[in-house]
């Protein structure tokens, strides 16, 4: 008599993919703007804006379609972060239109360029641009890993291209400063998407020399200082950043890329010394540039007091009417659509988009704004801990970092804190490489999540476990 006994394997339990609870948080973002649409216009021309349902439907479609290739194509991928990106997106949108309506701003145009050119229509073409090169990631990015064989291809691409505003008859110089290249009809800002190219390369590099920038150094009054060779690519990062400043005028870029550095660095080799070092250079950078550098040391005088030059400097009457701004909205705002923000001539199109936040929504609405950009921070932060990298690890920590500091300069510019940087609100203000190079940050985002996020395959069975025949005597 014989007896035949059968073993299988048992699968690993499979992860939620949470899809669902991104398609329930994009309702809630697309129908949150349209409301805000219709305050407005309401607001503005005592009824329901014209453009309304037209503007809900395409909001709506654009960010249903990213869902579905959400859904295909990164199954397991971090839920907050689409929901987060069109949330902001469609009410810079609104804020966009409500500037739009200013008869100030548009008498103003005509008088000085001849005609008045809407800016929202722009970025509702700018965001189906943008959401479309999120998809794109998505489809072509099959795994981040491979962005590291071009490590040092990515530092080579990044250098041409905050290098090209410098460039006699490419580079165009707006209001003092050199960030925009003008190209077939159109204006493209090439830092915006350096920072992201960047930051490939420090991931690379760092996941290599992390070991010598952490082991090998010396111990000098409590802090561990490195050897010499180990900082000549600091001094070297340090060095462009300034020359991006001086040649620029770009204090914005230049805090951004040098700051994202520092941090990816600290984050690497986990010294604190990487922390005070950085600080150190940047404050001497700074001390250095802005007593030398004509249109820095202008945007320093408005920071120090905006008040003192407000009839003779453009900077300081821009600061003094933020700080305005921001001080007339109060606790709760006076309300959408009846703010006098629009004295700021070109708030849609620059940073000062936040000071009608400030303004219209006041206190409440600039911590509601902050809180959202602390999410997508965080949540990129989430998947640079769940990435299981180094690499990985590296580029999400470095992604969140850039998209951290471009708020911090921002928000800090025109509420006073720090000097102008000239960056504009990433989702909110009104401009084509912003909007791009921010939906491509969040794609990238979403891709390392779901490789983060996503099971294992199933160990090879071993002799053990497949079917055995087993033989018993009779």
Same mark, same amino acid.
């Given at each position: 008599m014989s007896v035949v006994t059968n073993t299988t394997t048992i699968g690993a339990i499979e992860l939620p993919s949470r899809r669902n609870t991104e398609l329930l948080l994009l309702a809630f973002a697309v129908v949150i703007p349209i409301f805000a649409y219709a305050n407005v216009g309401l607001a503005v021309h005592g009824k329901l804006p014209p453009g309304m349902l037209a503007y809900g439907l395409g909001l709506g479609l654009l960010a249903g379609l990213a869902h579905l290739v959400v859904r295909r194509y990164a199954k397991?991928?971090?839920?907050?972060?689409?929901? #987060?990106?069109?949330?902001?997106?469609?009410?810079?949108?609104?804020?966009?239109?409500?500037?739009?309506?200013?008869?100030?701003?548009?008498d103003l145009a005509k008088r000085q360029f001849g005609g008045f050119s809407p800016s929202a229509p722009n970025q509702m073409f700018y965001t189906a641009v943008g959401l479309a090169l999120f998809a794109g990631v998505l489809l072509l990015l099959k795994d981040h890993r491979t962005l590291q064989r071009f490590t040092y291809i990515s530092m080579a691409v990044s250098l041409v291209l905050l290098i090209l505003p410098v460039i006699p008859g490419l580079g165009a110089d707006v209001y003092g400063a050199k960030i925009w290249i003008s190209l077939a009809g159109f204006s493209i800002q090439p830092g915006e998407f350096a920072k992201i190219i960047i930051a490939v390369f420090f991931a690379g590099y760092?996941?290599?020399?992390?070991?010598?920038?952490?082991?090998?150094?010396?111990?000098?009054?409590?802090?561990?200082?490195?050897?010499?060779?180990?900082? =000549?690519?600091? #001094?070297m990062i340090w060095g462009m950043s300034?020359?991006?400043?001086?040649?620029?005028?770009?204090?914005?870029?230049?805090?951004?890329f040098f700051g994202m550095f520092v941090i990816m660095l600290y984050v690497a080799t986990e010294r604190t010394s990487w922390i005070v070092i950085g600080l150190l250079m940047s404050i001497a950078g700074a001390v250095v540039v802005g007593t030398t550098a004509?249109?820095?040391?202008?945007?320093?005088?408005?920071?120090?007091?905006?008040?003192?030059?407000?009839?003779?400097?453009?900077?300081?009457?821009?600061v003094g009417q933020s700080l305005m701004s921001f001080g007339s909205g109060g606790v709760l705002g006076t309300g959408l659509g009846q703010g006098h923000s629009d004295l700021i001539l070109f708030a849609a199109n620059s940073d000062f988009i936040f000071s009608t936040v400030g303004e219209e929504l006041?206190?409440? =609405?600039?911590m509601a704004f902050l809180l959202l950009y602390g999410l997508i921070i965080e949540r990129g932060v989430r998947t640079a801990l769940a990435a299981r990298d180094p690499f990985g690890k590296l580029f999400a920590i470095g992604l969140s970092g850039a998209f951290a500091i471009q708020v911090f300069v921002v928000a800090g510019g025109v509420m006073g804190l720090i000097p102008l940087t000239g960056m504009t609100m990433p989702f909110l203000a009104s401009g084509g490489s912003s909007v791009l190079a921010n939906w491509a940050l969040i794609g990238i985002l979403i891709r390392i999540s779901d490789t983060a996020r996503r099971p294992a395959p199933a160990p090879a069975p071993s002799p053990d476990s497949e079917m055995t025949q087993v033989v018993r005597p009779s």
């Open positions: 397991y991928a971090d839920p907050l972060l689409l929901p #987060l990106g069109t949330l902001l997106n469609g009410l810079g949108l609104v804020f966009i239109w409500r500037l739009d309506q200013s008869e100030r701003l548009q760092l996941m290599v020399k992390r070991d010598a920038l952490a082991l090998a150094s010396r111990r000098f009054m409590g802090l561990y200082l490195p050897r010499g060779r180990d900082l =000549g690519p600091i #001094l300034l020359l991006v400043l001086v040649f620029e005028n770009d204090l914005g870029t230049s805090l951004l004509s249109h820095v040391k202008v945007r320093v005088t408005a920071w120090l007091d905006p008040f003192a030059c407000y009839a003779t400097s453009g900077a300081c009457e821009q006041g206190l409440a =609405g600039v």
